[in-house]
């Protein structure tokens, strides 16, 4: 069976269609209607639900979206909703915020936002404008305007009270302790299907030989889709997020070794306290909800030509670490892309990590992300530079991009015309013209191929003039 929270209360569930989400959960069994569908595809932050989990001691609160989340990967969690804000008889302070600053028209996307608020409060201990408006990127509003909303983000915290949450703080973190301390499997079945989430590394790999036909969900941010949109039924769901080796990331002095199943939140910090250029990719990858939930392990694991993550991974080096069974090996992501959708891994394999070497002295890493949105949107071409400049020379480089061919894929032509050469103005257009023998991109919603070849250049031409003495690196809103 599965465990959790609702807001004070354990539920314990054993028979539910694991491919139920936690949106018609809440709206269609329990009836608590408070938390709203927009999109059922996580753009639009209505179902934005709020999940606190105990990690190192405490407990952590963030904000998800409850239309791509499956119920099983509630287990061990403690789930608030809107209608868990309310103190007695009095408004929570962000409910409260929003009446005064007139954050509400319609009110369609107003419980989304007010759950958004609600966790910028518990793990801001003051506002500040940038945090706030990235921590409501991922919650669309038709009719108010934001800057009544942004308003009510910052009054919120006036009334300088505690709440509820802070009062059942230690009796919620020791009922998800004792949860998670239960070796009870954790399972789901209903409908003829099956969630299961093993709690270690060798019995999630057993379980994946077993049921071949079984799709890992970890953060459910893409695979969701195929349900919500698709329309699609999976048969069979296994959880890698509580395998204590898929879920920690470990400095081994060379490398940073990210467990698959370690969201973007919770590793981000590592990630670009060593390459300080991906923040604002990582920033911009989705929105904090999705941020929140999505892994590493799925944004390499669903093999998109356009995932983020693939392109600068390349650039860098970065290898992973396939398993099946006790069968290990160490594949570089380079290699991991075959076709369109298609990866090296054979059936019963998965990630089970991602090693990332530690930036080289000497060299420059820069990674740059082309969309039509700035905030929670998809590229429509990324592009990753690792560069080593010796005597005014390329002694080496790496160049990376994606949603320039069917998979994220290097740009052999590319560095093979800038090794050797001078780094000046003059090898960057043969550079450029050789971007011509790598790519074929197609055209299609997001960019035409001509604009894919075009800001693929302009890309390299950019990494160019920011790497001039005294050029200023200029945070450009790129869109397609
Ligand atoms: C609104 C929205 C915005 C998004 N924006 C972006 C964006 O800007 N950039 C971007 O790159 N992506 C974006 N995504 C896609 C997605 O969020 C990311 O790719 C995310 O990293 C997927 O991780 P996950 O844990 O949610 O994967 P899941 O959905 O759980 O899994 C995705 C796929 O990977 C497989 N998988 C999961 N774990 C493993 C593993 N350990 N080994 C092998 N296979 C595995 C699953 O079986 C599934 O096929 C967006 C998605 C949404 C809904
Ligand atoms: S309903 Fe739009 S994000 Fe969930
Ligand atoms: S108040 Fe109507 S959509 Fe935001």
Redesign the pocket.
Known sequence: MIRFLLNSVEQLIEDLDPNTTVLDYLRLHLRRTGTKEGCA???CGACTVVLAEAREDQLRYSAI?AC?TPIGNLHGKQLITVEDLKQGAVLHPVQQAMVDCHGSQCGFCTPGFVMSMFAYRKTHAAPDRESLLEALG?NLCRCTGYRPIVDAGMQMYEADTGDSFDASADAVLNTLKSIDSNTDEVFLSGNHKSYFAPRSLAHLASALLENPEA???????????EMTQGLEEIDTLLY?GLVPE?QTVRDTGTALEIG??V??SQFSSQLCAEYPEMAELIE????LQ?RN????????????P????APALIAIGADLVLRRGDAVRVVAVEDYFVSYLVTV?QVG????RIIVPKARAGEIFKVY?V?KRWE????AVCGAFRLRVVDGKVAGVAIAFGGMAEIPKRAHHCEQAMLGQAWAESSITPAMAALAQDFTPISDFRASADYRMQVAGNLLQRLFLETQPGAATVRVRLYA
Not at 284 to 287: A, E, K, Q
Request: proline fraction near 2%.
């Open positions: 595809s996580g753009d979206n791509i991922g799709r890992l969900v970890a953060g459910a941010t893409d695979l969701a889709l890698p898929l698959a199943a969201t973007y911009r990858l989705g929105s999705i939930q999505g892994t590493l392990g799925g944004n390499i694991g669903n093999a998109s356009i995932g983020d993550m891994l394999e998965f990630i089970e992300k969309s929670d949107d998809i590229s």
